[in-house]
């Protein structure tokens, strides 16, 4: 049975736009083959400079008849909106697909943990390009073979409470595709797929939490046995998702 241990990468410095991430996290931990890194989402947001000031934004008439409606300041609505391709349902609050794909609260836009009353925070424009990134970079730096997951916090549609999940990918295979395997009685699996990446990503939350300044978490000793892939592959495809 695998024994997983999860590690919070302390000290790291506030981070501003241009920051290398991979040095940083190198300078507070030792890493090791075969280690998991899992990276918040606003830390390399931040590196990445998806940074907006709401004095900037002129609402559309849009985003203001949508701000009466959820009693959010309309600038952040147009924000959300200027981040996504689609609105889901803006009862109470406003559930888009982001252009990334993902479908979630607010197209992840933030104001939590980010300096300035007037600045907001974006997802990674492309997160599995992030993960793969700062996984070369750590690789060029200590000569380690780790994984990277970039997560945030999405809430989920049938059940209460957020949890973090895995945006981008680097160096791990995000699902584990357990159909044709034989449960303990001998049953064919036909449905079984594991969503292993976003499972390593709220282990990971537990250590780092929301307010400990904790962004990077190591989980140690988690045996990866496929492919290498992308957060992209936890998306579910539109035709099978109910929610949509």
């Not at 919070?8 to 981070?15: A, C, F, K, L």
């Not at 924000?79 to 391709?85: A, G, K, P, T, Y």
């Not at 292993?196 to 709220?202: F, G, N, R, Y």
Request: net charge negative; hydrophobic share 40%.
């Amino acid at each position: 049975m695998t024994a997983l241990t999860l590690l919070p990468v302390e000290g790291m410095p506030e981070i501003e736009k241009g920051d290398d991430l991979g040095e940083l996290i190198v300078e507070c931990a030792a890493v090791e083959d075969g280690d998991v890194l899992v990276v918040a989402q606003k830390v390399v947001s931040k590196s990445e400079g998806r940074v907006r000031q709401l004095a900037e934004v002129t609402p559309s008439e849009q985003a203001a008849t949508i701000s009466e409606g959820t009693d959010r300041d309309p600038r952040m609505v147009q924000v959300v909106l200027d981040e996504s391709v689609r609105i889901v349902r803006q009862e109470r609050v406003l559930i888009v697909e982001t252009r990334q794909g993902f479908v979630c609260a607010n197209a992840g836009v933030d104001q939590s943990n980010v300096p300035g009353e007037d600045s907001v925070l974006l997802l990674p424009e492309d997160a599995d390009r992030s993960a793969a990134e700062i996984q070369a970079r750590v690789r060029e730096l200590t000569g380690r073979e780790v994984a990277i997951i970039v997560s945030d916090t999405f809430g989920r549609p049938w059940r209460t409470g957020i949890v973090n999940v895995a945006l981008g990918v680097a160096g791990l295979a995000p699902l584990a595709d357990l159909r044709g395997s034989f449960d303990d009685h001998g049953r064919e699996l036909h449905a079984t797929i594991i969503a292993v990446a976003d499972e390593l990503a709220s282990a990971a939350e537990l250590v780092s939490g929301k307010t400990r300044r904790v962004p990077v978490v190591i989980v140690r000793g988690y045996v990866d046995e496929g492919p290498a892939g992308t957060g992209r592959e936890l998306l579910r495809d539109a035709e099978s998702d109910l929610f949509r």
